[in-house]
């Protein structure tokens, strides 16, 4: 687990690198999804209503063509990197005790 955060924040530096880079302002609040994938529909749709039930964000599930099930939780929020990199590491936490996949998360550019 730890690797796995180690991992997920220097990403999430990367991905801020490249934002001040297009001029962002961090603390600007803006909508950012952290997005899931499985292909699970039970493990979706739990990690799904347990995100919405706690309130965490605003989940929204979906099923592709090819029977991949997306979760995105929405969340207004600031991205400066100790906001970014906590709340990333929380959804990190949470995709491993639900077993789906974190692939990271995004925002517009403020």
Do not use: H
């Not at 965490?56 to 929405?74: D, I, K």
């Not at 990333?88 to 998360?105: K, N, T, V």
């Amino acid at each position: 687990m730890f690797e796995l955060l180690t991992e997920t924040a220097k990403a999430d530096r990367d991905l801020l690198i490249k934002n001040d880079e297009a001029g962002d302002d961090f603390n600007k609040p803006r909508e950012v999804d952290f997005s899931f994938v499985t292909n699970d529909e039970t493990r979706a749709k739990g990690f799904t209503e347990y995100v919405i039930g706690k309130s965490y964000g605003n989940a929204q599930m979906s099923e592709s063509e090819s029977g991949v099930f997306r979760v995105l939780v929405l969340i207004n929020m600031p991205i400066n990197q100790n906001i970014i990199n906590c709340v990333s590491g929380f959804m990190l936490c949470l995709s491993r005790l639900f077993q789906i996949e974190y692939q990271g998360w995004g925002s517009v550019v403020q």
